[in-house]
């Protein structure tokens, strides 16, 4: 995305399509108007009956410019971040594979424009043989001051860009992202200063990590836990803590899944892939704050090596755990990275995330991740947050009661705890392994991670859900001011 000064010959000679903008009361930005005289008032005459906020007109092949279309947005003075992003949103729908130039002189909310037609115009063609080359499809925001806007919208593209790594690691086909290109992936992360070392499986044999072991040992793919760090806050302050799932491919096992939506399995590491994202987008922007992201990368692999139902395994915590459906494996890994983070980081807060359970998605849907929190504060707000950023998220209740539906006739806990409540009850088993007067959330983000269908801020597949969210969360909470 490049930002430009006005220029009414660039506008008239630009081939492909041009966005002007009108308010609902139908004023015109000063480029609008002078692309209306141009048009000889073809802009006028499409928005003479009233256009509403959001609204979107389109003026095909106009006279006197090169142009394919002009696209008329409707968009207020004083409108909100969402309507703003809306609009940016609705310019990426509508250009197709046309290059765009986005005319708006005179706007309090470009940047959030320019962070809405970015999210939206995110593709995954890396593995299509016939992709339109990236160069036709350039956007150009002309403004009254280029200079001024890219310097505003630059920390809102960094996160947009810790989006699409989110998306690309989470769109990624298994044979591609095994756990070793992950953890390649995440090392190239030095390159935006991340500090990023590798815990390979020996490593964490001599830790005790046999949870999470347990669930990679079917697997040809090595088990591994990334640390990222970025520590751009006070000394002495301790960080807060993201921890990812990363099942690169879940397979459930010898607890093995059917075979109906198995390919959807690529997404299982989505939580390690938000993890990755957020860290991404603090590096670039570089937050004033200290946090670290762990995340676990396993495969869970059906073999002769495989974990079986029934078998009995050593957390790191020293917990002991009966593993009576080898599906439920995220937990598993989780366990030991959240313990490990809290032993190595004593964070003053962790934030789990994971496509932990296919119950979340059958209470929520797709609209909301599941919630869960020993804290109020910290909880609330997270919350606010998500909300700020249009990123469903809704608290559901933890309990003892619901802890003891884990109790294991042979072991200290098992890794199931029946149908009722399924979300709730992987919760509970995370919580066993969260240490007195840690501050955490256990975010189920199964739903909303991937769709199959476009969203507001997204086409379909891979969602980033998330990124933004945590990004504000640091941004309000954890960053020095
Ligand atoms: N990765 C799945 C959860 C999932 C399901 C994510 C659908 C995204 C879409 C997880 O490892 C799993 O298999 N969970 C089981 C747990 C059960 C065996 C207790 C589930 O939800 O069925
Ligand atoms: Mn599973
Ligand atoms: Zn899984």
Not at 187 to 199: K, N, P
Not at 263 to 287: N, P, Q, Y
Not at 333 to 353: G, N, R, S, W
Not at 363 to 369: F, M, S, T
């Amino acid at each position: 995305m490049t930002f430009v000064e006005s220029d009414i010959d660039a506008i008239a000679g630009f081939e492909g399509r041009v966005a002007v903008f009108v308010t609902p009361d139908g004023r015109m930005d000063p480029l609008a108007r002078r692309v209306n005289r141009l048009t000889k008032g073809a802009i006028a005459r499409l928005i003479e009956d009233a256009p509403k906020a959001g609204d979107a007109h389109v003026l095909a092949y106009p006279n006197s410019m090169a142009a394919k279309a002009v696209d008329v947005i409707c968009l207020d003075r004083k409108c909100s971040v969402a309507e703003a992003r809306a609009a940016g949103a609705t310019l990426a729908k509508k250009r197709g594979t046309d290059a765009l130039l986005v005319c708006l002189n005179n706007h309090n909310k470009l940047d959030q424009v320019a962070l809405g037609l970015a999210l939206r115009d995110y593709r995954f063609d890396s593995h299509k043989s016939d992709a339109e080359t990236k160069d036709s499809r350039t956007v150009t925001m002309m403004v009254n001051d280029p200079e001024g806007v890219s310097a505003k919208a630059e920390p809102l593209l960094a996160v947009a860009e810790g989006v699409f790594f989110t998306r690309d690691l989470v769109n990624e086909p298994a044979n591609v992202l095994t756990t070793t290109e992950f953890a390649e992936r995440l090392i190239a992360m030095r390159g935006v200063g991340l500090e990023v070392d590798v815990l390979e499986e020996d490593k964490l044999a001599e830790l005790g990590m046999g949870a999470l072991l347990s669930v990679g040992q079917g697997s040809d793919s090595p088990s591994k836990v990334v640390v990222m760090r970025w520590m751009g806050g006070e000394d002495d302050s301790a960080p807060l803590a993201l921890v990812g799932k990363g099942v690169v491919f879940d397979t459930g096992g010898i607890s093995l899944k059917p075979a109906a939506g198995m390919e959807d399995m690529t997404m299982d590491m989505g939580g390690a892939g938000v993890v990755a994202g957020t860290m991404r987008a603090l590096a670039l922007r570089r937050a004033k704050a200290n946090v670290v992201g762990l995340v676990g990368l396993v495969e869970n692999m059906p073999s002769g090596s495989a974990t079986r139902p029934g078998d009995v395994v050593t957390s790191m915590k020293g917990d002991t755990i009966e593993v009576i459906n080898t599906d439920a494996e995220g937990r598993l890994v989780l366990c030991d990275v959240m313990h490990y983070a809290q032993e190595t980081f004593k964070p003053a807060a962790m934030i789990d995330l994971a496509t932990l359970t296919g119950a979340v998605i059958i209470g929520l849907g797709h609209e909301n991740a599941g919630v869960f929190s020993n804290d109020d504060t910290i909880c609330d707000a997270f919350l606010k947050a998500a909300n700020a950023e249009n990123e469903g998220a809704w608290r559901l209740p933890l309990g003892k009661a619901y802890a003891d539906q884990l109790k294991s006739r042979i072991a200290d806990v098992k890794n199931v705890g029946g149908r009722p409540a399924g979300s709730i009850t992987a919760a509970e088993f995370l919580h066993r392994f969260v240490q007195e007067g840690t501050p955490w959330i256990h975010l189920d983000i199964a739903g909303v991670a991937h769709v199959k269908s476009d969203t507001a801020h997204a086409p379909k597949g891979a969602t980033g859900w998330g990124v933004m969210a945590l990004n504000r969360l640091v941004q309000n909470r954890f960053e020095v001011q």
